[in-house]
């Protein structure tokens, strides 16, 4: 509605609802003409995604079909994000799959199977084109939401993996995401053209067994690069200091350092951008330089449990310099 009002010139965006249906969340198109939103529009709990001009009109929803609630599951569209230029919409959707034969869970074990899509602002909803599954997946693409465990059970790899969230590069060519695939619980590093042209490829370099999870994560400025810090589980030792005066302990520990890597990948590529830590050291924080090759870092990196601030070059040399000195 007007900023100045009065009240009855406002103008209510979307359709009806059913009983118990919400507007779950929307954003504005960086044109102003349009409103994304994510709402069971249709149907109690199924989640779906829509546009309407920003004064009022036609709808046109976004996603493919959805059918199925199911309490903590079902079929819906999670998160989701406007491109840098406003022409796509990226989004998260689910689907509930089906193992039988499974006695574990009374025969029957239902999950979801989380996917990425993008599709233009405006729709249709045929236009969307799939950016990632997870492999291991099966049935829906088919018809058949039903497998037999003793067919596949690398359907496993596709149970309860949501997407944490989506970003792009400055340009708006490439998404960059987090996701529990394949570790539920640790979000990861993946890269996907928003065309689809190649599929999706990790970003991370890392062991699986080891628990990776990004922490944070930012593109260059130049699109050339991506910053993140990563924790994993290492058989390090750390020595930590007792609170009074005697010998100090050994505790297992859980490392954070700093890398880069190039958007395209591999991950093979990346490189790790913070100084030799001192044992049980970590990186806590970190920022990006404008010109796209410096970061400054705070770690406890010289001594344990201090933590002071370096800056590194990653342009063509690594370098690690305090840039606060201790007499």
Request: net charge negative; charged share 20%; hydrophobic share 35%.
């Amino acid at each position: 509605m007007p900023i100045t009002g009065p009240a009855s010139s406002g103008i209510k965006l979307n359709d009806p609802l059913p009983a118990s249906g919400d507007i779950d969340s929307f954003k504005i198109s960086p044109d102003s003409r349009s409103v994304i939103y994510r709402a069971d529009q249709e149907a109690n709990d199924i989640m779906e995604l829509y546009n309407v001009p920003i004064k009022g009109g036609n709808l046109v929803k976004l996603n493919h079909k959805m059918e199925i609630e199911r309490g903590s599951i079902g079929d819906d569209v999670h998160a989701f994000e406007l491109s840098p230029d406003g022409s796509k919409v990226v989004f998260e959707a689910s689907w509930v799959n089906h193992i039988q034969n499974y006695p574990e869970f009374g025969n029957i074990f239902s999950f979801n199977v989380y996917e990425l899509f993008s599709v233009p602002v405006n729709g249709p909803a045929s236009s969307e084109i799939k950016l990632w599954e997870p492999s291991g997946k099966v049935g829906y693409g088919n018809g058949d939401r039903y497998v037999d465990v003793n067919v596949s059970e690398s359907v496993l790899l596709a149970a309860n993996r949501p997407i944490c969230d989506i970003n792009f590069n400055h340009l708006g060519s490439t998404i960059v995401y987090r996701s529990e695939y394949p570790n539920a619980g640790y979000c990861v590093l993946w890269r996907v053209p928003i065309d689809g042209s190649i599929q999706a490829e990790r970003l991370y370099f890392a062991d699986d067994s080891t628990s990776p999870e990004i922490e944070a994560y930012q593109v260059t400025i130049d699109d050339s690069m991506v910053v993140y810090s990563m924790a994993y589980d290492t058989n390090q030792v750390a020595s930590a200091e007792q609170s009074i005066n005697t010998n100090s302990i050994q505790v297992e520990t859980r490392l954070t350092e700093l890398f880069s890597v190039p958007i395209g990948g591999p991950a093979e590529a990346g490189q790790k951008i913070n100084g030799p830590l001192v044992p049980g050291g970590n990186v806590t924080g970190w920022g990006l330089g404008p010109n796209s090759r410096e970061v400054v870092y705070k770690a406890d990196q010289d001594t344990f449990d201090v933590q002071e601030l370096y800056l590194a070059d990653f342009g063509v040399h690594y370098l690690f310099i305090p840039l606060v000195m201790r007499e």
